[in-house]
C-alpha cells in the first residue's frame, strides 16, 4: 500500500516563505502531486514532479527526491489567500492516494 | 467548458436507503476517482477506475459500490451498509499528471 506524511499545520507571516514536506512510501511509483483546498471547497490542482528536482509554477514550486521518498512544496511571498489545506498525493500505476494535509495559515 | 460535474451539491438521505452521487467529465480522461472527506481530514480513496468496465477497490470499499459504463461517467452509490455515510463526497479525473476535482456531494443521512 501507500503511506504520506506532512506536517498538521504550518503559520506564517504575509510576505514569508513556506515549505511543506511530504515523505511517502509506496510499493510503486509514478509521480508525486500538490493540491490546495480552500474551506468548503474542493481539491484543486498545483504542480506535479515525476522525475527529481524542482519544478517553478509562479510563486509555488514543488521538489521531489525519489532516492530519498520526499518531496517538498514551496510557497512563497505569502498572500493572505494562501490559508488553505495543501495535500501531498502519489500516484502508483492509477492509484492516487493523499496524505492527511497541511493546514496553512497566514497571518498579517 | 471542461471540467467535471459532481451532482447534487447536497443530498439528504433517511438510514437504510441506497443514494447514487453523479459524476461526469468531458476531460477526456482514462482514470477516474471516488474519495471521501470527513471535517478536518484528508482524502481517503473510496473506489479508482482507470478503463471502461474495469474498476478498482481502494483503501475503504466497504458499503459502497460503482459502475464505469462509459469513458465520461462514474456513478457512486452509497449503499445501506456504509454505517456512517454522511460525508463530503468528491469525484476525480485524472491526466497521470493531476487530478481534477469536482465541487463535491455533501451527503447527510437523516
Known amino acids: 500500500g501507500q503511506s504520506l506524511e506532512q506536517p498538521s499545520e504550518v503559520t506564517a507571516v504575509e510576505g514569508a516563505i513556506v515549505q511543506i514536506n511530504c515523505t511517502y512510501q509506496t510499493s510503486g511509483f509514478y509521480g508525486l502531486s500538490w493540491y490546495q483546498q480552500h474551506d468548503g471547497g474542493a481539491p484543486t490542482f498545483l504542480s506535479y514532479?515525476?522525475?527529481?528536482g524542482l519544478e517553478e509554477t509562479g510563486r509555488f514550486s514543488s521538489f521531489l527526491s525519489r532516492s530519498d521518498s520526499y518531496g517538498y512544496l514551496l510557497l512563497q511571498e505569502l498572500q493572505m489567500k494562501d490559508s488553505a489545506s495543501y495535500f501531498c498525493a502519489v500516484l502508483n500505476d492509477y492509484k492516487l492516494s493523499f496524505g492527511a494535509g497541511t493546514t496553512v495559515t497566514v497571518r498579517a | 467548458d471542461g471540467g467535471i460535474t459532481q451532482s447534487p451539491k447536497y443530498l439528504f438521505r433517511k438510514e437504510g436507503q441506497n443514494v447514487t452521487l453523479s459524476c461526469e467529465q468531458n476531460l477526456n480522461h482514462d482514470a477516474m476517482y471516488w474519495y471521501r472527506q470527513d471535517p478536518g481530514q484528508g482524502l481517503r480513496l473510496i473506489y479508482y477506475?482507470?478503463?471502461?468496465?474495469?474498476?478498482q477497490k481502494g483503501d475503504i470499499a466497504e458499503g459502497y459500490s460503482v459502475s464505469r459504463e462509459k469513458k465520461e461517467s462514474f456513478p457512486l452509490t452509497v449503499t445501506s451498509a456504509q454505517k456512517n455515510p454522511t460525508a463530503f463526497y468528491l469525484c476525480a479525473s485524472s491526466s497521470r499528471q493531476g487530478a481534477f476535482f469536482g465541487q463535491g456531494t455533501r451527503l447527510t443521512v437523516v
Open positions: 477506475s482507470q478503463i471502461v468496465n474495469d474498476f
Open positions: 514532479n515525476a522525475l527529481d
